[in-house]
């Protein structure tokens, strides 16, 4: 069984000195730290062996993602991985992939010098083949916000349905009267988007209304966004009756520029946002919206990183919770 031991051993230096150089700690050359590192890659250190005594798991988010959207939904999902694995005594950290992973070092060696035992990892549709390669590198990992990679079943993951609640919230829309509404997504490529558009395609097709690729926006996930949407979309000649936004930042965007704007919610235009926990209820009015629930897609991801920590999954995790549409105060009749 290759330990720390062997790697020292191999390269005639120090327990110390490998375990100094996985660490990164001072007084090691970066010549014998990529010695370290060739060596282990060649002798295949055991991640099992350099792990026995760690108790910390990995939120990990790729290079370049989600910068901007760290918020409520992070909070609440955090909150849901603590709540499940401190049970079992372990700490989180979060970990990006550009800060300090080595060309030369695979995902395993990588996370085993951040001393993690597994990950729980968010990923855009661009990120995936990093998530591939962790899972086959054979390292614990749980995707979360999406389902799953590839028709194959290769990761685990947990994920929330927002396709069926989406249309029928913009059926609710459509039977209310509105036949002009405008969609707006993440600018971003990922299954959870993709549901969502697609149960705003389903709405319309069942109601007869053709899908006018024109109405559907990509947005960054952030106020200004939402507020520049609405002055975009309330200048057209005849503009929509209803405004749908995915994010909860957008939404509280879209309802401070009606304000400034004059415009009256619902009567002048319906806004239907996106709760990733209860944002919802801190606008002012309560917005419409289609829910999810942040903390326990968090605690069920906790949970499931420790069943395969633990090697009690027989067989790839899949667990997708349903999300909700409630209808509160930014929605109603459009004028006649």
């Known amino acids: 069984m290759t330990s720390m031991r062997t790697v020292a051993k191999k390269l005639n230096v120090s327990a110390t000195t490998v375990s100094r150089a996985l660490n990164n700690k001072p007084g090691i050359s970066q010549a014998t730290r990529e010695q370290v590192l060739k060596a282990m890659q060649e002798i295949g250190y ?5 792990l026995r005594n760690s108790r910390y798991l990995g939120f990990v988010y790729p290079p370049g993602s989600f910068k901007t959207t760290l918020g409520n939904y992070h909070a609440a999902l955090m909150g849901g991985i603590r709540s499940a694995i401190t049970s079992q005594r372990f700490d989180f950290a979060m970990v990006d992939l550009l800060s300090d992973k080595e060309n030369n070092e695979n995902y395993t060696q990588y996370f085993t010098r951040k001393e993690l035992r597994g990950v729980i990892m968010q990923a855009r549709r661009e990120d995936f083949p990093i998530v591939k390669e962790i899972s086959d590198e054979g390292f614990p990992i749980v995707l979360v916000g999406s389902q799953g990679i590839d028709d194959n079943h290769s990761v685990n993951w947990v994920a929330c349905n927002s396709r069926e609640p989406t249309r029928q919230a913009i059926e609710y829309l459509i039977n209310i009267g509105h036949r002009k509404i405008s969609f707006s997504i993440g600018n971003w490529q990922s299954t959870d988007i993709d549901d969502r558009l697609a149960g705003y395609k389903d709405a319309l097709k069942n109601a007869g209304i ?3 690729p024109s109405l559907v926006y990509r947005l960054n996930p952030d106020v200004n966004a939402g507020m520049g949407l609405i002055h975009q979309i309330m200048s057209h000649q005849t503009p929509p009756t209803a405004a749908v936004f995915t994010n909860p930042y957008a939404t509280f965007g879209a309802l401070r520029a009606c304000r400034e704007m004059k415009i009256k919610v ?4 319906s806004i239907l946002g996106f709760d990733d926990y209860q944002t919802r209820f801190m606008a002012n009015p309560v917005y419409s919206s289609v829910c999810q629930d942040a903390y326990e897609l968090g605690y069920d991801a906790g949970t ?4 395969v920590i633990n090697g009690k999954n027989t067989q790839p995790i899949e667990i997708i919770r349903e999300a909700v549409f409630e209808v509160h105060e930014t929605t109603g009749a459009p004028r006649s």
């Not at 619902?266 to 235009?269: F, G, K, R, T, Y």
């Not at 499931?304 to 069943?307: T, V």
């Open 210 to 212: 053709p899908f006018d």
């Open 46 to 50: 055991d991640r099992k062996v350099g």
């Open 266 to 269: 619902p009567e002048d235009l």
């Open 304 to 307: 499931a990183l420790l069943q």
